[in-house]
């Protein structure tokens, strides 16, 4: 069964420019969820999105979004890049929506190099 | 929201030792705690997860424990190996994820 697919694995991107990051869940699963890794705050939580809705939202600035399709793959935008904005970000599947109780499994991330 | 701290931030042990990490949490109504293991360049991967109803469970080598009571939950390692070596991340569900900030476990061969 294939993990976590995460596109593109590695980019930059100059300051004021936007991207937009590709997540396929594992095959089933339903619920995506969106982390942002950085050296000095960790694995933040930026979004999830089940059955095509934002279900559950980090304490990120408006200029981060994403949206879910209905093969519950998921992308995620960011628009006006900071340097700040450098990071891991990470995608995670499970089944269902919500964390409590429920799995997740984080695909490999794609990093983002802003400069 | 829900606090997670992570002890220690780096850990080195030699082959064969045990090695322990802990976590606290704040939120009482926390429910679900997976640890992660992440290895330079890729994504976290689930290693092992415990919920509220369970005080331990055990994988091989690795064992994780929680105190509900006291809000702490730790992951132990046994018979250390050098593809040990890696950040371990803990984590406390509510209505999200809320994760600790890493240990940088090392296994001197």
């Known amino acids: 069964k294939a993990g976590v697919t995460q596109t593109p694995r590695y980019l930059i991107k100059t300051r004021g420019q936007q991207v937009t990051l590709s997540c396929s869940p594992i095959?089933?699963?339903?619920?995506v969820s969106w982390y942002q890794q950085t050296p000095g705050q960790g694995l933040q939580f930026l979004f999830e999105?089940?059955?095509?809705?934002?279900?559950n939202k980090g304490n990120f600035p408006g200029r981060f979004s994403g949206r879910q399709f209905s093969n519950s793959r998921s992308e995620m935008n960011v628009s006006t890049l900071e340097l700040g904005d450098s990071a891991l970000y990470l995608c995670?599947?499970?089944?269902?929506?919500?964390?409590?109780?429920?799995?997740?499994?984080f695909g490999e991330g794609s990093w983002l190099t802003v400069v | 929201g829900e606090n997670v701290e992570q002890h220690p931030s780096t850990l080195s042990v030699q082959e064969g030792d045990s090695a322990v990490i802990k976590c606290t949490y704040s939120d009482s109504a926390s429910n679900y705690f997976p640890w992660y293991k992440q290895e330079l360049g890729k994504g976290p991967q689930l290693i092992i997860d415990?919920?509220?109803?369970?005080g331990e469970k055990k994988d091989q080598r690795i064992a994780v424990t929680l105190n509900k009571t006291a809000k702490h939950f730790s992951l132990h390692i046994t018979e250390t190996q050098p593809e040990d070596s890696a950040v371990y991340f803990c984590a406390a569900s509510v209505n999200q994820f809320y994760f600790g900030t890493g240990t940088s476990l090392t296994v001197i061969p």
């Open positions: 415990i919920r509220s109803n369970v």
């Open positions: 095959s089933g699963h339903r619920s």
């Open positions: 999105y089940f059955s095509e809705t934002q279900r």
């Open positions: 995670a599947s499970s089944l269902e929506q919500g964390a409590a109780g429920n799995t997740i499994y």
